[in-house]
């Protein structure tokens, strides 16, 4: 007896009845999505398309998933994302906080694989390495703005906060208990990581002391469960109630 037309056309499925892949596939691609939103802004659904090489209405599943999931929100397109057209308003789409977040998850357990693998092949100093490499690749871009407030650690140690502040660290300066001056970060971009790999702060805590041109210690760290990165820094300078500074 032949084949039937119906069963020759079916395609293979897997033990759940989706095709093999399908939903993996599609999680990937919604990833994809995702990042291009996070790196370029808000965007509507045709430049997403553009961008990824697929089709508008493949884009379009994706972006209700994400929307459905509460990763990404949809509003009036105001000239981002592509060339407006005529006709009903083109929405753009941007990230949510929780979209943020799940791309961090994602980026974080990436790089903490990557740090475990670099750890079995070349050791802890290896790892080391890697996060002095880190480091000096953000000291070197601070450093001009640092040098430009002059040879004073307090006003250097200022201008450190400062641009951090503009890089999302939440960064601010205030005196310690002890004397000395305390510089605050209430976000840290690889606390998750650094949770398994303490190099990570102990190099950036290095390059805060090189940029401020005093020593710098570090007292706590959002990675180790407490609520802001903490780097004492000892100057000769102290705070004053009214906000400047005396010696």
């Known amino acids: 007896m032949g ?18 892949d399908g939903p993996s596939v599609d999680a990937r691609t919604r990833d994809r999505v995702a990042r291009a939103i996070s790196e370029s802004g808000p965007s509507t659904a ?23 999931l509460g990763h990404v929100e949809a509003r009036e397109d105001r000239g981002v994302g592509g060339p407006r057209r005529r006709g009903r308003p083109a929405r753009a ?47 070197a871009r601070y450093a001009p703005r640092v040098q430009a407030a002059g040879e ?13 502040a503009a890089d999302g660290y939440a960064a601010s300066v205030r005196t310690g208990p002890a004397g000395g001056l305390q510089l605050c970060q209430g976000h840290c971009p690889v606390q998750s990581v650094a949770a398994e790999f303490p190099e990570l702060c102990d190099a950036e805590a290095d390059s805060f002391s090189r940029l401020v041109g005093a020593p710098a210690r570090r007292l706590s760290t959002l990675a180790h469960g407490e609520h802001v990165c ?10 004053t109630t009214d906000g400047g500074t005396s010696r």
């Open 3 to 20: 084949t039937s037309p119906s069963t020759s056309a079916a395609p293979t499925r897997g033990a759940a009845g989706a095709p093999p």
């Open 46 to 68: 045709a430049a997403l398309a553009e961008q990824l090489s697929l089709t508008p209405a493949a884009v379009r599943r994706h972006l209700d998933a994400l929307v459905a």
């Open 93 to 139: 789409f941007a990230l949510t906080g929780a979209g943020h977040a799940a791309l961090a998850s994602a980026y974080d357990d990436l790089a903490v694989s990557a740090l475990r693998f670099l750890a079995a092949e070349g050791g802890r100093q290896a790892v080391s390495a890697f996060a002095r490499a880190r480091v000096e690749e953000l000291e």
């Open 152 to 164: 004073e650690p307090g006003a250097r140690l200022d201008a450190l906060a400062t641009a951090l």
């Open 230 to 239: 903490t780097t004492h820094v000892t100057t000769s300078t102290t705070r």
